[in-house]
């Protein structure tokens, strides 16, 4: 069964310092792998996804995303955080085997910015 | 592309009551449309899946009878909640899909339930 985990609950991170959200995966095949925002009350807006090729996935607002095989992670990463990054991040793991192309989300990581 | 509409955004219900939420895809046909519950401070849960014009295949633990997925045309899709209850108050979010080229990225803006 393919599963996410995101070991951070909450961050908290000054305005202008660098970020990174940890995301390690579990799947029995090459996965389809997605980092997504949520603010409060709102549905989910893709930031990056990694399907093939580049490892280093590039993504909007400035993210990036890195897939690394050997240790099963997948960690969102920013250069230099703004205070309106402040939200709720979901790292997803699919695929198209078994179930179809359903998407495991992981349980989310709250991050809180300080200006 | 890829703009979905769902509504409504929030829905206040009696207990007993039931509930339907739509979602549509408005430029895209969606082969495949997923539902999800969230519930506060929590991740996403897959509910159930459907295909147009077939029955919607529901996770385990996800009562059928409950909620109810009709998926008539490729560009709309609703969930009915039966005879709501309070422990029924989530955010319930939509995604339909066309397929890998845009594979898990459209989702709904959510609907939030409150059974009172």
């Known amino acids: 069964a393919q599963s996410v985990t995101q070991p951070d609950i909450h961050i908290t991170v000054s305005e202008g310092a660098s970020l990174e959200l940890r995301c390690n995966y579990s799947y029995g095949a090459t996965p389809y792998l997605f980092w997504y925002v949520q603010s409060p009350g709102q549905g989910l807006q893709l930031l990056l996804k990694?399907?093939?090729?580049?490892?280093l996935v590039q993504g909007i607002k400035g993210f990036e995303a890195e897939f690394k095989r050997s240790q099963s992670s997948f960690n969102l990463r920013k250069p230099s955080v703004h205070w309106s990054d402040a939200a709720e991040y979901f790292c997803?793991?699919?695929?198209?085997?078994?179930?179809?192309?359903?998407?495991?989300f992981g349980t989310g990581t709250q991050l809180k910015v300080e200006l | 592309g890829a703009v979905v509409s769902q509504h409504p955004s929030r829905v206040i219900c009696k207990s007993g009551t039931s509930v339907k939420i739509e979602c549509r895809s408005l430029d895209f046909q969606a082969t495949t449309m997923f539902w999800y519950r969230q519930f506060p401070k929590q991740s996403l849960m897959l509910m159930a899946t459907s295909n147009e014009g077939s029955k919607a295949t529901y996770e385990q633990g996800v009562e059928k009878d409950k909620f109810l997925i009709n998926h008539a045309s490729l560009t709309l899709s609703t969930l009915t909640v039966t005879s709501a209850h309070p422990e029924d108050s989530s955010f319930y979010i939509c995604s339909p899909t066309r397929g890998e080229v845009d594979y898990g990225y459209t989702f709904g803006s959510g609907t939030r339930l409150t059974v009172v």
């Open positions: 997803a793991v699919g695929g198209l085997t078994g179930g179809g192309n359903k998407l495991t």
């Open positions: 990694y399907f093939s090729g580049d490892t």
